[in-house]
Every structure is written in structure tokens, then in C-alpha cells.
């Protein structure tokens, strides 16, 4: 019967080539298998380097304190770098994704970031230093972003949730190659003279995590652009050509075979002819009105609130635990914290070397969360986006209140570690933009409420380095109150677009 039936409409699809169907439908047919396996793959290299790249700053900066003068005032704000140039050009590659493509414009913004990534690790002095990291930030928001997009829209429909938690817990997996690389090559012992400096092993670690980036770019190269960014600017030809080959490498068949001949263009083309500034107005001031600024307002504020708490805790986590485990002192987490201040080192005086314990501790929180994130990609389907980020949001800002009543070692480093948990919150929010927004919008939608984020990673980096030495315990409660906040305005997200998929049962299975 249901043979019968998949026939049925098979024949009415090849009977009929003049009938267009819209993209989704589209999509569905194309299939899911090796073809977005492939790409969510390569994808999620880029978004790898966007957490490798500032991330590790944590583990940089320590050790280039000596070498580039750094006083831990000046170190608080290098840390910040990253995210400042996130914050500042998220709306402008938002804008260039959406107007000249997904595929083009992370290709050329990742090969840069890694190209001036590398550079850096090679300047002499902190002023150069900080100057072409800076530059490297101004090309982070795009790769930090945009694979969340290209990804959601690559796939089916039924699939797409599950996608995007797939790439996220990518994402999340590949955090734990900054202790592992930071454990490999800080403690080796050389010192190469290039004259007017040395380079020593955090040197290397910084090319290292800046390389990802254009093994990424190197790699979409010869990838697809987004059938759904082609079909918003009018290009069904181009649009059908990418749909045969996803489905003839998903279905082993020949492109030929891909039974849908003609698609409806649904939503209108980006006049790319236009001023850049009625394109931005065109892009923009429609996420700033009815019907979209509530549910742009509303995925900023959640992103806000993720990055505030794990870039913000994040980049002192290092050192954090390295109090800890060094035998800073005993009581409560904030009393360790608050000795370990009063034992600092002199200014001026660096510390190279990093307790082992740390390095694992670290290494291991991060290969626990992307073992929880990959068991969350399949588990969303049955459990919903909404009630994921409810979850999550809300046991995560229960852990840093605790963090506060704790005064064994291993239950302070367990919450504390788990902060890295709030990263499974990034793709089901970004799923509700891609569910949300319409092609046109979706790129910058996504950028914008990274670039929100992003600013939360600025404010929680500095509240955090202000709070922890002088008033610790109002640090967890400020986090953890606001991570439950979220938690509660999370109730407020629409329902998911599962329901859809019911519509396209029939023609998935052509």
C-alpha cells in the first residue's frame, strides 16, 4: 500500500515536470546522507577555529606574560579582543552573507582570520601583538556564525534540528583540543632567535589554533553554495544543479533521476544592484519590526546569556583551577580563589607552567560535554528545542550558585567545568532563527544575535575579573541568577517546526 503510493506520486512528478514544488519539498527528496554529512563536517571546522582562536587565550596569554610585558590588567583586556571584534563586525558580514552568498564570504573571512592568526604569533612586541589579533577578530564573526545557517539549509526540513545540534556538539567536541593542544606544547622546552625575539612554544600553540581556520577554507572550496541563498536571488538553475547532486550522492543514483524539474520561488530576490546602505536598510529594519523584533529580542538575550557565562568564567578557567589544584588553600571554592589572589606572583613575573591536573580537568569537562552533546542531537527530536534550552539554562545556573556552598575540590572543578555545558544552549537557539526568519533575513538574524552574544562574552570576561578577587560569591549568583532568567524566557520560544514535517511525509520518501 504504501509502495503503491510512494509510486503514485512519483508518477505524478514525472508526468508532470511543469509542476513546481517549493524548496523544502525539494530538500526532502534530495535526501540526508553522505552529501550533508560531508559539508556539516567541513562546516564545523570553521566554527572549531571560532572557539580555538579566543579560547585559547586562556592558555596563551599566561605564557606570553614575560615575553610581551603584559601586565594582568592588559591581559584582561587582550581577552577581551576577540569578542570586541566579533561585536563590532557581526552586523556587516551579516549583511554580506545575506546579500553575496554563505559559501564565498566564510571561505574568504576564515582564510583571513587564519592567515593574520598565524601572523600574529610572530610579532615581536605586545603592541603588534595585540594589533593583528585585533584584525584577526574583525574575521571570526563570520566563520563563528554562518555555518549555522548554511548548515539548517542544506538539509531537510524534518532533519534540520537535528543538524544543528549535530554541528553544535561538533562544536562543543572539538573545545577540547585547547587543553589537549595547549598540554602538548607548552611544556616543550625551545627557543628559536628571530633577532628581535624568541620563539618559544606559545608561539607555536598560536599558529596551531589559527591553522583550523584555513584548513576549513581550503576545504568548501570546491563545496556548494546554499540552495536557499541561490533560490532567494532568482538562480533556479543554479539552485536545481546543487539539489541534483546532493541527491545523487545521498540516494546513489544518477543526478538525472532527481524527479523535481521546477521549484516555486517563494520569497523575494536581494536587488544586489542596490546602494549598500538601502541593502543594509533592507535587511535590517525588517528584524527591527513587528512581526520579528520580539523574537530577535528575545534569541539576542538568550545568546547574551550564554556567552556572558562560558567566555566570561571561561577565560579565568585555567587559572581558576590551577589555584585549586596547586594547593592554593582549603575552604569553600570563593576562599580558594580569594588565597590563591593574595599569593600571586609578582608583577611582572611569569608562570610558563600550568599543573598537569588542570590540563586534564579541562580536557576531560570538554570531552564529557561533547559525549552530552552528540547524545542531545538525537535526543532533541523526541525532547523538543524548547524544553533542551529550558534544561539547560536552568541546571547550569544551579551549578554556579552551588559553586558557592562547595568545599571539595572536585565538586568545585566538576560545576565549574560543567559552565562548558551552556554551548548545547548555541544551535537551538540559532535553529529558532533559521525556523523563525526568512531566507533574506536568516543570515543576518543569525549574526545579529551573535554579535548580542558575543557582547555578553565582553561584559562577562571583565565582570568576571573584577568579581572573582573582590566580591566571588555575588560572581556565581549574578551568573547562575542569570542563566535561570533565561531559562525562564526560553518558555517564551514558538513551537518548533516539527509539526511541518507532516506535510512533507508523502513526497520524503520519492
Not at 87 to 111: A, C, E, M, Q
Request: charged share 15%; net charge neutral; with cysteine.
Amino acid at each position: 500500500m504504501a509502495q503503491d503510493k510512494v509510486n503514485t506520486i512519483s508518477a505524478e512528478v514525472n508526468r508532470d515536470e511543469k509542476e513546481a514544488f517549493d524548496l523544502d519539498q525539494a530538500l526532502s527528496v534530495a535526501g540526508l546522507g553522505i552529501y550533508n554529512i560531508k559539508y556539516t563536517v567541513v562546516l564545523s571546522l570553521f566554527l572549531i577555529g571560532a572557539i580555538l582562536e579566543p579560547v585559547g587565550y586562556a592558555y596563551i596569554l599566561p605564557s606570553s606574560k614575560c615575553d610581551l610585558e603584559m601586565t594582568d590588567t592588559i591581559r584582561g583586556f587582550v581577552g577581551s579582543i576577540p569578542y570586541i571584534g566579533i561585536v563590532i563586525t557581526s552586523f556587516p558580514w551579516g549583511y554580506l552573507v545575506d546579500t553575496r552568498g554563505r559559501k564565498h564570504t566564510v571561505i574568504y573571512s576564515s582564510l583571513a582570520a587564519g592567515i593574520l592568526g598565524i601572523a600574529s604569533a610572530f610579532m615581536p612586541n605586545l603592541i603588534s601583538f595585540i594589533i593583528l589579533k585585533f584584525l584577526t577578530s574583525l574575521c571570526i564573526a563570520c566563520p563563528a556564525a554562518v555555518p549555522y545557517t548554511f548548515v539548517g539549509e542544506l538539509c531537510p526540513l524534518k532533519y534540520r534540528d537535528i543538524m544543528l545540534t549535530l554541528i553544535n556538539a561538533m562544536q562543543v567536541s572539538g573545545a577540547v583540543l585547547v587543553p589537549l593542544f595547549a598540554w602538548a606544547i607548552l611544556p616543550l622546552n625551545f627557543e628559536a632567535n628571530f633577532g628581535l625575539y624568541y620563539f618559544k612554544p606559545w608561539r607555536l600553540l598560536a599558529i596551531v589554533y589559527s591553522s583550523i581556520f584555513i584548513i576549513g577554507g581550503l576545504l568548501l572550496i570546491n563545496g556548494p553554495e546554499s540552495p536557499k541563498y541561490l533560490m532567494s536571488q532568482g538562480r533556479q538553475e543554479d539552485t536545481l544543479q546543487v539539489l541534483r547532486t546532493m541527491y545523487a550522492q545521498n540516494k546513489k543514483k544518477s543526478p538525472d533521476e532527481f524527479p523535481i524539474k521546477r521549484l516555486k520561488y517563494t520569497e523575494g530576490a536581494i536587488n544586489t544592484k542596490t546602494s549598500f546602505l538601502m541593502s543594509l536598510k533592507v535587511q535590517s529594519v525588517p528584524l527591527l519590526k513587528p512581526p520579528y523584533v520580539k523574537w530577535m529580542a528575545l534569541n539576542s538575550t538568550l545568546m547574551f546569556g550564554i556567552f556572558a557565562t562560558v567566555n566570561g568564567l571561561n577565560m579565568w578557567l585555567p587559572e581558576i583551577l590551577n589555584r585549586v589544584f596547586s594547593g592554593a588553600g582549603e575552604g569553600t571554592a570563593c576562599e580558594v580563589i580569594a588565597q590563591g589572589a593574595n599569593e600571586t606572583v609578582a608583577e611582572g613575573e611569569c608562570i610558563d607552567t600550568i599543573d598537569s591536573l588542570t590540563f586534564i580537568i579541562n580536557a576531560a569537562a570538554n570531552c564529557s560535554v561533547g559525549v552530552i552533546a552528540i547524545i542531545t542531537s538525537v535526543v532533541i527530536k523526541y525532547i523538543g528545542k524548547k524544553l533542551l534550552l529550558v534544561l539547560v539554562y536552568c541546571t547550569i545556573g544551579v551549578f554556579c550558585i552551588l559553586i558557592n556552598f562547595v568545599s571539595q575540590q572536585i565538586l568545585f572543578a566538576i560545576f565549574l567545568s560543567s559552565i562548558a555545558l551552556m554551548g548545547l544552549a548555541i544551535a537551538p537557539v540559532n535553529a529558532y532563527s533559521v525556523q523563525i526568519f526568512p531566507t533574506h533575513l536568516r543570515g543576518m538574524a543569525v549574526g545579529l544575535s551573535m554579535m548580542v552574544g558575543r557582547a555578553g562574552s565582553v561584559v562577562g570576561s571583565n565582570v568576571a575579573g573584577a568579581l572573582l578577587n573582590s566580591v566571588c560569591e555575588a560572581t556565581f549568583y549574578v551568573f547562575g541568577g542569570s542563566l535561570i532568567l533565561c531559562g525562564l524566557l526560553s518558555c517564551f520560544l514558538p513551537k518548533s517546526s516539527s509539526e511541518q514535517d507532516v506535510k512533507q511525509r508523502n513526497i520524503t520518501r520519492l
